[in-house]
Each structure stands twice: as C-alpha cells, then as structure tokens.
C-alpha cells in the first residue's frame, strides 16, 4: 500500500480487508508524508486486528494510537496482547526444540527429499543451538537480526540460506499457532552474490564428446543436449534418476517425471538429432520380448555410483581445460546457449524447469552469443 500522485495530490488506495470488508476506498492528501503517515496508520491497525484487537474504525483512530503509544510500539503491544492471550489459555506455547521436531515430522510427510531435510537440519543447527530451549513466540526482529550479523566464518551465501531457513521454520511456528507473526518477515535478507555460472565453449563441449564413450558420453550428452542436472541423471539419495522408460525415441521426448527433479515438477524434453544419435547407440538390446523388455525400462541410463563420479569429474574438468568441474555446467551451458539460440526465454524456462521465464531470463540471457549456440547444437 504505497502513496501515489494523482490530479496534483497524493493519493492512497485502502484495500477492502482493510476498510472493514467493504469496496475499496480512496483517500487523498496535500502532501506525500501525510498519505505516508495514513498507510502506516493502516498498517498498524491491520496488524493490531490480526491480535485479536476488536477492529478500530478510522474516528476510533485516536484510541488505535493511545493504544500504541501507551504500549510502547507494534512490537511491544504484540507481546502483551500474547501473553493476555497466554493467560486466557488461547495460544499454546511451544520450545523451539519440539517445534523444530514438528517441523521436520511435516517436512518427512510432505515427502521433501532427504537432500532438503539435511539441508535444512544443517542450516537450523546454529539456531538450535543458541535458541533450543526458548519459546518459539519469545523472539523479536531485533534480536534475529543482530543474531544473523554475528554469525561469522561462513559466506555470505550460506548466511543467506540460514536467513531463508529460519525464516521458513518460523512460518511453520506461525500456522501452527504457536506465535502471532513470522518475526523473520521483518529482518532483511543478507545480501549475497549468486556464484558464478560455468559456461563451456562448444568446443570444450565437443571434445568431451569425442573422449568419452558408455554411461560417461550419456552423461555429458545428457546435460548438455537436454539441460538435466546431474542428480536427475545419475541419481541421489532419494530416486535413483532418469530410466530408459523415461526416453521415447519414437516421438524424440524425454520424460521426467516429479520424483527425479529438483522442484517436483515434470518436464518433457524435445530430444535434439545429436542426442537422438547418442542414445540409439547407447541403449540397451534385448532378444526376447517380454521379460527382457521390462528390465530395460527399470535400467538406469546412467548408473555412476558417488566414488565413480569422482573420477569422472576430473576427467571431464581435464578434458575441458578446467581446474577443477563444476556441478551442472552441462546443464548451465545448455541453458544459455538454448536462450542464445531460439530468443525465447519462456520455452527455455519449460525445458529446464524454472518456476518462470524471469528467473530464466535473469540467470541466463546475453551470457554467449547467438553464433556460438548454432555450434553448440550443430556437431
């Protein structure tokens, strides 16, 4: 609810939620800190009604701020309408501790990867340590605030992902009713650079190719032909990746399906003519009909267990040129040069699996040229 000019005055558009259920209502004002100074007084009566504060009237606007006042601010009030609220024996408490037991009981029934589930394990722990035995409602944004600023030895990344962590564990506290409000929604973010993309060049590409040949050329033709990530490849704790069911040669598709990708969502893949070429050679032949037909649909594309991709990894990085592989640099190259190549960010966005075209355009547009994507596509 921001402030806008209008007809040489500033105006404020209040939202039915918040004008009592009725239409929406126009308000306007001489100055812009007036229209500034309403919206917050909006504000802070949203947030007192969501306590459980009987609903003030906008002529009950000098009572709404005698109340504030006389408590000390938002935060203030917050806390003593909770502990009203204790007494009464409406709000349950909880520890953080048991809170953060439920939290990942949900996570498990809600069937998240055991990836995610350590991740978040991982990125709470600090917190669990410092905060185990306080009361899930005792926080304020201050206090996780500073507490976040002093968190050292890690990057600004990881500190970024314990924010984001935290922050989605308080959500879970809230919707459980154990607290009135996510305190993380009003401690910023920490600012972190996402690390840099490894794009290769279709030459590095190319040699690649021509180095390797089995399970090693699939998984190099796979992610950068088709833009799949290495675990959907190869496989991870929780699925044991793609399957040659998956691939329909007949109509040039792969399909994933939402138990191997990262966002539980399903894609299908065009499979491109030097792809297509890779795979008729690789795939696995069977005599008879029935039996042997099925146990090639289960069988693995790419079966590399975690020790074997060691070495598979510094092979790849050898063959490259590079010091050291990175993780889905097949899969970032694809993308890229898939942008470069058909200027559509939404298409490219499909095939690799971004919430949207945004994220896709953000992450990858302008990162090669258009004439090094036909010869990444062309061998």
């Not at 000019?5 to 306007?28: F, Y």
């Not at 409406?90 to 990867?113: H, M, N, S």
């Not at 069911?245 to 007949?250: A, N, P, V």
């Not at 889905?328 to 919430?355: M, P, Q």
Request: charged share 30%; glycine share 6%.
């Amino acid at each position: 609810m921001k402030p806008y000019k209008h007809q040489n005055q500033w105006a404020l558009m209040i939202p039915a939620k918040l004008n009592n259920g009725k239409d929406r209502k126009l308000l306007t004002f001489k100055t812009e800190q007036e229209a500034l100074d309403e919206a917050q007084k909006q504000m802070d009566q949203k947030k007192t009604v969501s306590l459980g504060v009987p609903s003030f009237l906008p002529d009950k606007r000098i009572e709404i701020e005698a109340l504030i006042q006389k408590a000390g601010g938002m935060d203030v009030l917050h806390r003593l309408v909770r502990e009203s609220l204790i007494q009464k024996k409406e709000v349950v408490t909880k520890k953080v501790q048991g809170a953060f037991d439920d939290f990942i009981i949900e996570k498990e029934f809600e069937r998240v990867g055991n990836i995610q589930v350590k991740a978040l394990k991982s990125r709470l722990a600090r917190f669990l340590k410092d905060y185990g035995d306080r009361d899930v409602d005792s926080f304020n944004p201050s206090e996780m605030s500073l507490w976040l600023q002093n968190i050292t030895g890690i990057s600004d990344l990881t500190k970024r992902h314990i924010y984001q962590a935290t922050r989605q564990f308080f959500g879970f506290c809230e919707r459980r009713e154990w607290l009135l409000r996510n305190v993380m929604e009003s401690v910023a973010s920490p600012k972190a650079e996402e690390p840099a993309k490894e794009i290769l060049t279709p030459e590095q590409f190319h040699k690649m190719l021509g180095a390797f040949e089995g399970e090693e050329r699939l998984l190099v033709a796979l992610g950068g032909y088709a833009g799949l990530r290495t675990s959907e490849i190869t496989g991870n704790e929780d699925h044991g990746g793609i399957i040659w069911s998956d691939i329909d040669l007949e109509r040039g598709e792969i399909h994933l399906n939402r138990k191997i990708t990262k966002k539980k969502r399903e894609r299908c893949i065009p499979i491109c003519a030097p792809l297509l070429a890779i795979l008729k050679s690789q795939m696995p032949k069977s005599t008879e009909k029935t039996q042997n037909n099925e146990l090639r649909a289960v069988k693995s594309v790419v079966n590399i267990n975690f020790q074997r991709m060691k070495s598979v990894r510094a092979s790849l990085a050898k063959e490259a040129g590079l010091k050291e592989w990175l993780d889905n640099a097949l899969r970032h190259s694809f993308a890229s040069y898939h942008l470069a190549k058909h200027e559509d960010a939404a298409k490219t966005s499909l095939l690799i699996g971004h919430k949207d075209a945004a994220t896709t355009h953000r992450h990858y547009a302008r990162l090669v040229r258009k004439e090094d994507a036909v010869k990444w596509f062309g061998v």
